[in-house]
Every structure is written in structure tokens, then in C-alpha cells.
């Protein structure tokens, strides 16, 4: 945490009130996103309860598994809920920009769960569902392995920074507002909204004990309070076991009934309060690169959209070891350009990067702009240098390059030195880009002396990375003394994986 973000959640917790972070909102909210709820058993990992789906508050679908511990009664939640899903993603699947088969999906699907156990949930619900088989001895619905791949594909997309697919509700409040608690109780949603927007008439304070209180605000999933699974969710359980032993339709279908509203009292609040949080963000700007993030979720998207059409396999039970490499490349890779470019937008974020000294702000002191260099072609450009002073700490090296907000577009920057002046810091940049191709800079490319302005690191383009391909994988990632990792994508026994204990 740097420095101006402890600041500011101290000045929450002294003004006992949200501050906000940031300027701008850099995710991207979708005029039509599907909210889904997952609620499971307390201690039943892999045992899906029930799910709230939909996409307006006022049309939510309530699924429940009345005996989460029976297989059959969760293939068809799973089913149920992968209709609603599928059907939603397949909504976005025809309008692109051309008739070009390269061409791209126009929009994307937006998936919003509570916070991020909300993501663990679909990630656990995608990996049991994809692999399972549509004939034999273990034939499910056609529409759950394509669910869970579908599922394993947001889970995937969720993991790269910047990406608005599938997104915990938690996470695009904290990235906004900085509350007086701890990262960890910011995963709360209840809590995080007391201190955002408590309800009417009550304080921060009033707000966050009801939040920490079971029975008035239920957790925001994906589990149930345990208070409540021995209290009241086993006995209405227990009591549907008991109708449909004694094979009562009249006292299966009350059983049912009642497990039914009691599961829709824990799930509703949570989902009343995602749409409360979904109003909070959508009045806050949209950072101008948001658009361009969305650009690369709806290239994803499409890329998969197709190779779904295409018949492809469901995605590997586990990466290989060059897999995982490849992965870690590019989530990097998207952390970089995500942080450069919130930096690059919003005024916050690089205040906050500035105070860390990973950005500086500062006035040109002076200028050499008819610096001219030769290149190893013959041929002269310019390369004005600039100086400029600035009372931020700076932690950049030279050689490091740099892209300013404060001048015109593709305005580019090396620094050449980095001096102490007193107090303060002469840092001697040298403008290499956005001046034009002439000899003579354009006006106004080239920052005079008195201008204040900002530099921050540019990620810039990078080449991919080189990786050996699957049969040079090196010994010290082999799978064993036989050879390289040449696990197969999908594992011959997939469909006869248990999932969970059946009764």
C-alpha cells in the first residue's frame, strides 16, 4: 500500500465515511450484466445450495438443491442455472463488425458475482461441470459440459487485470472507495457497503454491526453461516429427507416449500445489495482506455466464441509446465499495461504511483529543443532533451521510457539522468516520439521551460516471449524421469469423476 492509500483509508476511519480512490471507474459496467448469487453449504465444498441469477433486479431466478449432498438434484441446479447462462452468453453471439470471419463480437457478456469467494464458486461449479459426459453411464444434460466450459473460460479471462467479463462486485467498489477497515473485511459486501452508502438513518457504525450480524445481514456467500446450517438450513433438510423417504407428495412438496424460503431470505439481501452496489457505480466515468480493455474482452471472447463453434476440447484439467509459463507471461504482461494505462487516465491513480516514486510530476526547468542525433541509417532526428525539477521521490533509472499524460498523444520520453538538486530532483529526459517527422519539432511537442508536467513509465510493446514447444519441455518440468508433461486435455475417466458424496 503507498503511501497516499494509507492516507486516505486513515482519513475514512477519522471521518467514518467511504473516500474515493480514484476519478474515474476503470471497468467497464455493462448496460446488461447477469448477477449471479451462489450460495453453498458451510463446510460442503463442491456442494452447490441454491443460486440467485439474473439480469435486472426485478427478474432475478431463484435455484435451489434441496439435498446438496445428492448428485442427481445438483446435475439438474447445474442444469438449470447453465440454461440461463449459456442462453444469456449466447445473446451476444451475433452481431459483429463485419462479414470478415476475423471480424469481432461487437459486445460481451458481463458476468457480476459478490465478491471474489463468488468467482472460487463458478471456477469450483465450471471444473466439475466440463468434463462430464452427455452418454453412458454417467450422461448429463448437453448443456452442462458446454456450461462449465463456458464458466472455466470467464474463470480464466478473470485472472488478467483490466478484464470486465466476470468481476466480484467487492473488488470494483474497493478499487473506487477507500474504507477505515482491512482489504480482507472489504471482501464483505455488506460491510464495504456500510461504509460507502449505509442505509437510511442509520451511521457507518449502526450499518457495519448489522452487517457482522448472521441473522440480519446473511453472508454475502458463497457459504451459509454455520449458526444458520445447525439451526435452521439441517432440520428443513432433514425434514425433506424424511417426506421423500416416506414417498408423501403432499409433504414433499411443503418441505420443498419451506427449504425454498428459507434459502431465498439468506440469498435475497445479498442480491439486493449487488444491484445497490451496481447503481452506486454506474454515475462514476468511465476511464477513457476502459474502451480499449473491452476491445481485447470482446477479442477473447470471440476467439473462444469460435472455437466452441469449432468443437473444441474443454479446457485442460490442469496447465502443463509450459502452459502455466505462458500464463504467467501474459497475466504480467496485463498487470503492467493495466497499471500503466489507470495511471495514464486517472489523476488519482498516479498520484498515488507518484508518491510511491514510481511516477513524477514536476515544471520544465529547460530545454535543449534543437537537439538533433544521427541515426545508424544517416539520418537526423530530433531529440530534444528536457530537464525537469520535481519535489517527488523518484525510483526510476535512467534508460527507463516515458509517456506523459500532460502532452499530445504519442508523446514518448527516455530518461537520461536522475541528479539530487537540494530538496527536490533534476531528472533529464530525452523526447524520443510524438514530434512529427521533420527535423524540427511540431509546436507544442517539445515541453518549454515554465510547463509543469507529468511522466510515468511506459510498458510499451513488448515481443511475446519465446517458450520451447510441448516436446522440448525442459527435464526439470517433466512429469517424470519418462519423459516431458504430455498430460492430454481431457482425462479418459473425466466422466466418471465423483462430485461431492451422493446419498
Request: aromatic content about 6%.
Amino acid at each position: 500500500m503507498s503511501i497516499l492509500s494509507a492516507l486516505a483509508h486513515v482519513q475514512a476511519m477519522e471521518s467514518m465515511r467511504a473516500v474515493p480512490l480514484t476519478e474515474y471507474r476503470h471497468r467497464r459496467l455493462s448496460g446488461r450484466p447477469l448477477v449471479i448469487v451462489p450460495l453453498a453449504m458451510a463446510g460442503e465444498a463442491g456442494a452447490p445450495l441454491a443460486a440467485m441469477v439474473g439480469s435486472s433486479r426485478r427478474t432475478g431466478t431463484l435455484l435451489v438443491v434441496p439435498q446438496p449432498r445428492n448428485r442427481d438434484q445438483r446435475f439438474a441446479f447445474a442444469a438449470g442455472l447453465g440454461r440461463i447462462v449459456v442462453d444469456y452468453i449466447n445473446s451476444f453471439r451475433h452481431n459483429r463488425r463485419g462479414e470478415d470471419e476475423r471480424s469481432l463480437y461487437t459486445d460481451a457478456p458481463q458476468v457480476l458475482v459478490p465478491n471474489p469467494g463468488g468467482v472460487k464458486a463458478l471456477a469450483d461449479l465450471g471444473r466439475m461441470c466440463r468434463f462430464r459426459s452427455t452418454s453412458g453411464p454417467h450422461a448429463v444434460p448437453d448443456v452442462i459440459p458446454e456450461f462449465g466450459m463456458w464458466l472455466t473460460f470467464l474463470v480464466d479471462r478473470a485472472e488478467q487485470a483490466g478484464t470486465s467479463l466476470l468481476l466480484p462486485v467487492t473488488g470494483m467498489l474497493a478499487e473506487h472507495w477507500a474504507t477505515g477497515q482491512s482489504t480482507l473485511e472489504d471482501q464483505n459486501l455488506a460491510s464495504l457497503m456500510a461504509w460507502i452508502s449505509p442505509p437510511a438513518g442509520l451511521s457507518v457504525e449502526q450499518a457495519m454491526a448489522e452487517a457482522e450480524n448472521p441473522d440480519v445481514c446473511p453472508p454475502a456467500g458463497p457459504t451459509t453461516s454455520p449458526e444458520f446450517d445447525n439451526r435452521d438450513l439441517a432440520p428443513a433438510i432433514r425434514r425433506f429427507d424424511t417426506a421423500r423417504t416416506l414417498g408423501d407428495p403432499r409433504a414433499l412438496a411443503t418441505a420443498e416449500s419451506d427449504l425454498r424460503e428459507l434459502i431465498a431470505g439468506q440469498i435475497q439481501p445479498t442480491w439486493r445489495m449487488v444491484w445497490e452496489a451496481i447503481s452506486l457505480l454506474r454515475p462514476v466515468p468511465e476511464a477513457p482506455q476502459t474502451a480499449r480493455r473491452f476491445e481485447r474482452d470482446c477479442a477473447a471472447f470471440t476467439r473462444y466464441s469460435d472455437d466452441r463453434d469449432a468443437g473444441g476440447l474443454p479446457q485442460r484439467k490442469r496447465d502443463t509446465a509450459i502452459g502455466a509459463a505462458r500464463r504467467l507471461s501474459r497475466l504480467e504482461r496485463a498487470l503492467a499495461d493495466f497499471e500503466s494505462e489507470t495511471a495514464f487516465d486517472d489523476r488519482f491513480v498516479r498520484a498515488d504511483r507518484r508518491s510511491a516514486g514510481e511516477a513524477f510530476a514536476g515544471t520544465v526547468v529547460e530545454t535543449e529543443s534543437g537537439r538533433t542525433v544521427t541515426t545508424a541509417k544517416n539520418r537526423r532526428v530530433p531529440r530534444p532533451r528536457v530537464t525537469v525539477r520535481t519535489e517527488d521521490p523518484v525510483r526510476l533509472a535512467a534508460d527507463t521510457r516515458l509517456i506523459s499524460p500532460s502532452m499530445s498523444a504519442g508523446h514518448k520520453a527516455v530518461i537520461v539522468s536522475v541528479l539530487p538538486d537540494g530538496d527536490a530532483t533534476l531528472v533529464m529526459v530525452e523526447v524520443t516520439g510524438g514530434m512529427g517527422r521533420s527535423v524540427v519539432p511540431k509546436p507544442g511537442t517539445v515541453p518549454e521551460p515554465g510547463q509543469s508536467i507529468d511522466y510515468l513509465p511506459d510498458p510499451g510493446w513488448r515481443p511475446e516471449p519465446r517458450f520451447p514447444v510441448s516436446d522440448h519441455t525442459p527435464w526439470t518440468h517433466s512429469a517424470g524421469p519418462d519423459g516431458p508433461d504430455t498430460e492430454s486435455a481431457v482425462p479418459e475417466d473425466a466422466a466418471a469423476e465423483e462430485w461431492g458424496n451422493d446419498d
